[in-house]
């Protein structure tokens, strides 16, 4: 899937003011990860996709790494200086990132790589770590979001509405690939609960969360069409009293050779 980076980096730094109110569900999947680090990592850490900051702040308490934190939005890194004046920000992809070759002992990524050419972003993981470094990395499955895909099939819609998520397979065959070792990969669904049509929506948008696909569909979508859309939410709200957003959680766990 080709991915539209500048619509990647204004639709997040759009939602930079509003992603720590909505953020809930990746600050847990932060924690996953965080608890995950081995207790006698240390050295170089980097954050590949460090969003507004909160886990740089948590991996800040323990005083064991120099750390490096990347963003493609310029308004997440302006969001993240805030809580962690001390570190070291690049603005820029992180599949493509100016930091050297085996540069990092500990590589975190949560919630990030999705935005991205999984492969590029895997390859680029590679290329800056040290040997014997750790990964550790949360993204999201191709079951995020099934609610939406389903409402637009529903209604005889079959455009690109919704970001192709990437299978956990994939990931585990390019760590492979480059000689990952010790690769582990846990899988779960989790349920974001909203109590109206307009809360689910804006809780999408205020992550940032919209389609990224270069070839999404272009042009208005239609009054008409959308009340469709709309309609069917509203008819699991009447039916349910409230709504489910799935996200299909998936971390991996990894070390260089």
């Known amino acids: 899937m080709k991915l539209a980076k500048d619509q990647i980096a204004r639709q997040f730094s759009r939602a930079a003011t509003t992603y720590d109110t909505a953020a809930q569900l990746q600050n847990e999947m932060a924690s996953v990860l965080i608890d995950a680090i081995p207790e006698h990592s240390q050295g170089t850490l980097v954050d590949l996709g ?22 493609i939005a310029p308004g997440m890194i302006e969001m993240a200086r805030q809580k962690a004046p001390q570190m070291n ?32 972003a895997i390859g680029e993981i590679a290329r800056i770590a040290k040997p014997n470094a750790n990964l550790l990395l949360s993204t999201f499955g191709p079951a995020t979001f099934v609610e939406i895909q389903n409402a637009w099939k529903e209604i005889g819609d079959s455009s690109d509405r919704i970001h192709q998520f990437e299978n956990p397979k994939t990931i585990e065959h390019l760590l492979e690939d480059l000689n990952f070792e010790a690769i582990t990969i846990k899988r779960e669904n ?24 270069s070839n999404r569909s272009a042009g208005l979508l239609g009054k008409e069409r959308y009340r469709q859309f709309r309609a ?3 008819n699991r709200l009447t039916q349910f009293n409230q709504l489910e957003l799935t996200f299909d959680c998936i971390f991996v766990f990894a070390r260089t050779a």
Not at 53 to 71: N, R, V
Not at 93 to 100: G, K, R, V, Y
Not at 191 to 213: E, K, P
């Open 232 to 234: 069917v939410f509203e």
């Open 89 to 120: 920000f690049i603005c820029c992809d992180l599949e493509s990132t100016p930091l050297p070759d085996a540069f990092a002992n500990v590589i975190f990524s949560n919630a990030a790589i999705q935005w991205c050419d999984t492969a590029k």
């Open 190 to 213: 989790r349920q974001l609960i909203y109590h109206s049509v307009d809360d689910l929506l804006r809780g999408i948008r205020n992550l940032g969360a919209t389609n990224a696909s």
């Open 50 to 71: 460090c969003g507004t900051g909160w886990p740089l702040k948590q991996l800040a308490k323990s005083g064991k790494f120099e750390m490096t934190a990347i963003d």
